[in-house]
């Protein structure tokens, strides 16, 4: 199988604090993960994609100084909203790719983010 | 950039018909097209992955088929079951492994 999971699943924090959101692959090494956000009845928005070992890249429009990604192991991505907002409140979702073709993506469960 | 565009954005069925989800993308040089089913609050479940050289995957009462020429994909489901509610995405990658999802399609299988 390749099992990807994510903590918390949810997360309540209050405007001007920071939380930090972890992506793990369980059973398989993921040399590149990904990060979405999804804001209700909208499709999924890539955020960033992160490899092991080196900066993430950032989409256009993401701020890279607010959602701070680190991808220090072949097994583990996280995300860290900084200064969150409610504004930031949206359901974030990682993935995995293996090691190896065939860039099949496997996807954690999410992580609902409520700025209050 | 890729644009990955879902028809119908919502549909409702009866159970047990069959019925058809269509995906349609503008940039053809793509590695595979991958649908997945996303219910209310939670992650995506991956359903089929049918690779460039394809032209359909099975899986079940699924079907995905993959026509690359014109850029598009269908996704068939067989004798649909109120189980079958949620919402279907598609999405494809491109040469930097970067998934560009689909608009997305509500389905709601009435009892």
Known sequence: GAVVSQHPSWVICKSGTSVKIECRSLDF????MFWYRQFPKQSLMLMATSNEGSKATYEQ?????????????????????TSAHPEDSSF??????KTS??????FGPGTRLTVT | KQEVTQIPAALSVPEGENLVLNCS???SAIYNLQWFRQDPGKGLTSL??????????TSGRLNASLDKSSGRSTLYIAASQPGDSATYLCAV???GNQFYFGTGTSLTVIP
């Open chain 1, 61 to 81: 429009g993401v701020e890279k100084d607010k959602f701070l990604i680190n991808h220090a192991s072949l097994t583990l991505s996280t995300l860290t909203v």
């Open chain 2, 48 to 57: 089929l992955l049918i690779q460039s050289s394809q032209r359909e995957q």
């Open chain 1, 29 to 32: 090494q993921a040399t590149t």
């Open chain 1, 101 to 106: 073709g065939p860039y099949e993506q496997y």
């Open chain 2, 93 to 95: 990658p491109n040469t």
């Open chain 1, 92 to 97: 974030y979702i990682c993935s995995a790719t």
């Open chain 2, 25 to 27: 993308f503008t940039d």
